[in-house]
């Protein structure tokens, strides 16, 4: 009994040690607007999201995003027979180009507000 019941405590402990629950791809989609709108995210020449302030959250949807974007531009690059850096630089222009008006954008490797 004493063996179950420590096991019992020690698989509670580990549960607060562990995140509560992993973000989705749709839900960091969902929170996207809001992480550039407070300035924690923003978009990159390269095509890709970067941290602009760093939390959990805009770490998770910038990870979670990259990901899905850089599967995306393979398949554009495959299916046009362009190399993958043509892709991402092209796709983090028009990704700046459709920044809205105070979100954040590296120019230069620096963050600035667009």
Known sequence: MKKILALFACLFALSFTL???AMTLNQAMSELG???????????????LGVVTS?????????????ARKAEYNSVAKKNGISLRDVESIAGQKAIDRTSPG??????GRWQAK
Do not use: C, T, W
Not at 34 to 48: F, I, L
Not at 55 to 67: F, G, H, M, R, Y
């Open 34 to 48: 809001a992480a550039k709108a407070s300035g924690e995210v923003g978009e990159k020449p390269d095509g890709y």
């Open 19 to 21: 995140p509560a629950q």
């Open 103 to 108: 979100n954040m954008i590296q120019r230069n």
């Open 55 to 67: 939390s959990p959250k805009a770490e998770e949807i910038v990870q979670l995003i990259n990901q």
